[in-house]
């Protein structure tokens, strides 16, 4: 499997947990699309901690409820071909290091 499209499935960090833990068994996949759910820190955590183990190269997720660290932490991973953090909680102080 390359690509896996989960988006506007009221998906919450619970299901985002779960979903790494099945992650973890496959090494193909390229593209994971979350946007439109309800995952806050504690599934954008398990998402950090699969991406240092799987290197997706497509990231979505807008518009779920992931801040602070946690959004630094995914844009640490670039170059990622493509991460969408569209209406997450990001500060200005988050977005400074991308413009360096």
């Given at each position: 499997m390359q690509a896996l499209m989960l988006s506007d499935n009221k998906i919450t960090s619970v299901g985002c947990l779960e979903l790494v833990k099945l992650l973890q068994q496959t090494s193909t996949l390229q593209e994971l699309q979350l946007q439109n759910n309800d995952i806050d820190n504690e599934g954008g955590k398990a998402?950090?901690?699969n991406q240092k183990r799987s290197k997706i190269l497509k990231l979505?997720?807008?518009n779920n409820r992931i801040a602070g660290t946690i959004l630094q932490e995914l844009?640490?991973?670039m170059p990622?071909?493509?991460l969408h953090l569209l209406k997450n909680k990001l500060t200005d102080l988050q977005v400074e290091p991308l413009a360096a």
């Open positions: 998402l950090v901690a979505e997720v807008e844009l640490s991973f990622m071909q493509k």
